[in-house]
């Protein structure tokens, strides 16, 4: 059974940072593009980051790019994301994604698997 479960979301004042960790399981993960999708309250889902298998070819979205940095460690299953110089738009529910591809894919659509979510709050 395939798992992506996230952590590291919380609660965040403007200009800081948080760090979120999205454990899979349940597929061959070295061999699947992954991304971190976020959906603000009362809006739909914003592609934010994706990374393909390899972690050698990576982009973000426009509005995080500069801030957000993604990541991900094959030997431990793991996708990362740091976001630092947090906005309070940045706030929302952030699923990890994996898509059954090892190319970086750029939709929403394209992912296959998604996490339960973890919620990021940037509030003061």
């Known amino acids: 059974e395939v798992q992506l479960v996230e952590s590291g979301g919380g609660l965040v004042q403007p200009g800081g940072s948080l760090r979120l960790s999205c454990a899979a399981s349940?597929?061959?993960?070295?061999?699947?593009?992954m991304s971190w999708v976020r959906q603000a309250p009362g809006k739909g889902l914003e592609w934010v980051s994706g990374?393909?298998?390899?972690?050698?070819?990576?982009t973000y979205g426009d509005s995080v790019k500069g801030r957000f940095t993604i990541s991900r460690d094959n030997a431990k299953n793991m996708l990362y994301l740091q976001m630092n110089s947090l906005k309070p738009e940045d706030t929302g529910v952030y699923y990890c994604?994996?898509?059954?591809?090892?190319?970086?894919?750029?939709?929403?659509?394209?992912?296959?698997?998604w996490g339960q979510g973890t919620q990021v709050t940037v509030a003061s």
């Open positions: 994604a994996a898509a059954q591809a090892m190319a970086l894919r750029r939709h929403v659509y394209e992912y296959d698997y």
């Open positions: 349940g597929f061959a993960f070295s061999n699947n593009a």
């Open positions: 990374i393909n298998s390899g972690g050698d070819s990576i």
